[in-house]
């Protein structure tokens, strides 16, 4: 049994089962033992690879996009900032990219909001010549416009379960059967933030809920309504919740979310409706990655870079092109969200759209 699964079953045998959540949350950032505190997950032997590994694409044109919505706004000096940043690799693709357009790295403080001791000393490593800022949360950034981003950090926040029973919800919860841990039902209770759901929803659904994700897009939103600026926010996921979503996955393999706490990647999918409903400034449709990268010119870029290369290396720029656009591969289910001031042209790549209205 690994340590941090010790202290699960002694924390449950004390207090009773706990939720999705209180789990999410201590196997991915436990202080000692938690999957983030310990690793570099997107390593050469890592679990799992992102958008920004497969090809410095990515990151490109997300600065761009970023580089084009900043000129819109007035060239302000900004808050760069990204969420959950990983090996650095995507804001070192951005600002490269960045680096082309005059005055804006100049204008621009970089802030790092990273939980990981060991993933901000990589970051350190890629990022360390532009003086990055580390912070714990959105909340210790400056006031001051901000231009964000966000590949694969909200899909890592904690949600809970609740299933549709009687006249309220049942909590899935961790618990433990037989000295191993073990998915239980809590009793049926009202739970005032799902009241509205349950005429509509037939009994035995399953809802995921994940209030650290609405709070984070309120905050988020708030700084940009305030001081102008925008957000991309890049996950999997889709507009509502879709069922039960949770899921572990380490080296490359779907594994039971239970069975090795602290050393797989615990994730879900992102429900993009309650981002935008929870922040308090315009947002764009909701537009699948493929098309965003297509329409950012993905093609142009990889046929420029092709120039360069021939054999095994040709090979994998064109299935990286594949895998980051194609709707069989990340096209499709991972999507994009972008947050703006009211009024303010949305960033390149998306499109206007209130969901609000529908
Ligand atoms: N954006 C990167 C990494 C995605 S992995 C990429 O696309 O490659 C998720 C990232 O979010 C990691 O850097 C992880 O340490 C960080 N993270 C997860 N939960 C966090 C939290 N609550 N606060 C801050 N960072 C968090």
Same mark, same amino acid.
């Given at each position: 049994m690994?340590?941090?699964?010790?202290?699960l !079953?002694?924390?449950?045998?004390?207090? =009773?089962?706990?939720?999705?959540?209180?789990?999410?949350?201590?196997?991915?950032?436990?202080?000692?033992?938690?999957?983030?505190?310990?690793?570099?997950?997107?390593?050469?032997?890592?679990?799992?690879?992102?958008?920004?590994?497969?090809s #410095?694409?990515?990151?490109?044109?997300?600065?761009? *996009?970023?580089?084009?919505?900043?000129?819109?706004?007035?060239? @302000?000096?900004?808050?760069?900032?990204?969420?959950?940043?990983?090996?650095?690799?995507?804001?070192?693709? $951005?600002?490269r990219?960045?680096?082309?357009?005059?005055?804006?790295?100049e204008?621009?403080?970089?802030?790092?909001?990273?939980? *990981?001791?060991?993933?901000? &000393?990589? #970051?350190?490593?890629?990022?360390? =010549?532009?003086s990055?800022?580390?912070?714990?949360?959105?909340?210790?950034?400056?006031?001051?416009?901000?231009?964000?981003?966000?590949?694969?950090?909200?899909?890592?926040?904690?949600?809970?379960?609740?299933?549709?029973?009687?006249?309220?919800?049942?909590?899935?919860?961790?618990?433990?059967?037989?000295? !191993?841990?073990?998915?239980?039902?809590?009793? @049926?209770?009202?739970?005032?933030?799902?009241? !509205?759901?349950?005429?509509?929803?037939?009994?035995?659904?399953?809802?995921?809920?994940?209030?650290?994700?609405?709070?984070?897009?309120?905050?988020?939103?708030?700084?940009?309504?305030?001081?102008?600026?925008?957000?991309?926010?890049?996950?999997?996921?889709d507009?509502?919740?879709?069922?039960?979503?949770? #899921?572990?996955?380490? $080296?490359?393999?779907?594994?039971?979310?239970?069975?090795?706490?602290?050393?797989?990647d615990?994730?879900?999918?992102v429900?993009?409706?309650?981002?935008?409903?929870?922040?308090?400034?315009?947002?764009?449709?909701?537009?699948?990655?493929g098309?965003?990268?297509?329409?950012?010119?993905?093609?142009?870029?990889?046929?420029?870079?092709?120039?360069?290369?021939?054999?095994?290396?040709?090979?994998?720029?064109?299935a990286?092109?594949?895998?980051?656009?194609?709707? *069989?591969?990340?096209?499709?289910?991972?999507?994009?969200?972008?947050?703006?001031?009211?009024?303010a @042209?949305? @960033?390149?790549?998306?499109?206007a &759209?209130?969901?609000?209205?529908?």
């Open positions: 690994t340590a941090l699964a010790e202290i !079953h002694r924390r449950i045998a004390a207090e =009773g089962p706990m939720s999705i959540a209180e789990y999410m949350t201590l196997c991915l950032l436990h202080p000692v033992h938690g999957y983030y505190t310990t690793r570099d997950p997107l390593g050469a032997d890592g679990d799992f690879t992102t958008a920004p590994e497969i #410095q694409m990515f990151g490109e044109l997300i600065g761009l *996009s970023l580089a084009q919505s900043w000129i819109d706004q007035g060239r @302000p000096d900004f808050v760069l900032a990204e969420l959950g940043p990983g090996r650095g690799t995507l804001m070192n693709d $951005a600002t990219a960045m680096g082309a357009v005059p005055g804006m790295l204008a621009a403080q970089i802030y790092l909001v990273e939980a *990981s001791p060991t993933l901000r &000393a990589r #970051q350190a490593e890629v990022l360390g =010549g532009m990055p800022i580390w912070v714990d949360s959105l909340a210790d950034l400056p006031e001051a416009p901000l231009w964000l981003v966000a590949n694969e950090f909200f899909d890592a926040l904690p949600i809970r379960q609740f299933l549709r029973a009687g006249e309220g919800w049942a909590e899935r919860v961790v618990g433990q059967s037989d000295g !191993h841990l073990a998915f239980g039902l809590t009793e @049926p209770a009202p739970v005032a933030a799902l009241a !509205h759901l349950v005429p509509s929803t037939p009994e035995g659904t399953l809802i995921e809920t994940c209030s650290p994700a609405q709070g984070v897009a309120a905050e988020l939103g708030r700084r940009i309504a305030q001081h102008g600026g925008a957000a991309l926010i890049i996950d999997y996921g507009n509502g919740s879709a069922g039960n979503t949770f #899921q572990a996955v380490r $080296a490359h393999e779907k594994v039971s979310a239970l069975a090795q706490p602290g050393q797989a615990l994730t879900a999918h429900d993009f409706c309650a981002l935008a409903q929870a922040a308090p400034c315009a947002h764009t449709a909701l537009v699948p990655q098309v965003f990268l297509e329409t950012l010119g993905i093609t142009q870029r990889a046929r420029r870079l092709a120039q360069g290369l021939a054999g095994p290396a040709l090979e994998a720029h064109i990286a092109h594949r895998r980051l656009t194609h709707p *069989s591969e990340m096209g499709s289910l991972f999507k994009v969200l972008g947050f703006v001031p009211e009024g @042209p949305v @960033p390149p790549g998306l499109l &759209a209130d969901l609000r209205e529908r």
